[in-house]
């Protein structure tokens, strides 16, 4: 064989099944490299479609910022555009139905499967409607009173006005730390919107400190992103949200496979062993029932012999 005639149907070494799975860290690289095109145009899509949440972000970042006064003019806009685009990435604030279907491509770049953008986003779209709606309700109603509250405790320096302040604070970081969970649950099992408020409450404490890291790295990562202004703005118009989306999926999706998931398959799996016990002790039953009555039929013969 030539060097331009190789031999294709040679079966090549494939990949080893044994062997050990690459770190989740450089998982996440590849996939970013191998899908950074698909990213783009989800990115552009995503944004288009949650102009909506941007635009109550920016009003509620309002509500934040009551107390805080920058220049009055750009300056304000700027940090109050920043807390909305923070608000929108985590997320905090969101157009439901789009977030699904938006978390679902990438829950499914983040598992390595293929996803039709299109298709995929619209289907998703529709099955959690709802669901996602409902969801978008209770973020801007909690969120608008927590930033009430802020205000109100913030406006005085006793004792319990600063303890107030500070579960106040907490409570809107685990809030928030909530929402790496929530979407991801939405569109990977079948739940209640209370039971996965509360489960992500539960992930929220439960992994405490990984999570306040990622919280701690999203921010960070905004906060280089919107360093200058017009960049933030290319950035979160082009890639931003889908960078941070398929990073937080990356963290979250072993958690909830592993709480939730394989739990809910194994629940499922014994579910469907008792049904497979119950046919065959029906089945069983008959068998006998039915040959009892042969039985019986068998001495009545015999007594019409006799006679």
Known sequence: MGFFSSNYNKPG??????????????????????????????????????????????????V?????????????????????????LLP??????????F?????????????????????????????????????????????????????????ISVAATSFVVLSLVIFSMMHFYIYPMLVTVKLSVKDIYKNALIFSILKLFPN??????????????????????VLYGLLLPSFVGLMNNFFVNPIIKKYVVNPTEL???????????????ADSFYRKEKGSIDSSKTDVDEDIKLL
């Open 13 to 62: 070494p494939g990949v080893d099944k044994d062997a050990p799975s690459k770190p989740s860290f450089f998982v996440f690289f590849e996939v970013l490299k191998r899908k950074f095109w698909h990213l783009l145009r989800v990115n552009i899509m995503f944004v288009i479609f949650n102009i909506p949440a941007l635009l109550i972000a920016f009003f509620m970042s309002s």
């Open 64 to 88: 934040y910022m009551q107390k805080i006064t920058i220049d009055g003019g750009l300056g304000d806009f700027y940090i109050r555009f920043f807390l909305a685009a923070f608000m929108t």
């Open 92 to 101: 905090i604030i969101a157009v439901g139905p789009v977030q699904a279907g």
């Open 103 to 159: 978390t679902y491509i990438l829950r499914n770049y983040s598992r390595e499967e293929h996803s039709f953008i299109w298709w995929d986003f619209k289907e998703t779209f529709v099955k959690n409607f709802k669901q996602g709606m409902a969801i978008t309700g209770i973020d801007i109603v909690v969120i608008y009173i927590l930033g009430i509250a802020l205000n109100f405790y913030t406006s005085s320096s006793n004792l």
């Open 212 to 233: 306040l890291l990622m919280f701690v790295l999203n921010l960070l990562i905004a906060c280089a992103a919107f360093y200058n202004i017009l960049i933030g703005v």
């Open 267 to 281: 629940e499922k799996t014994e579910d469907e062993e008792d049904d497979d016990d119950d046919e065959e002790d």
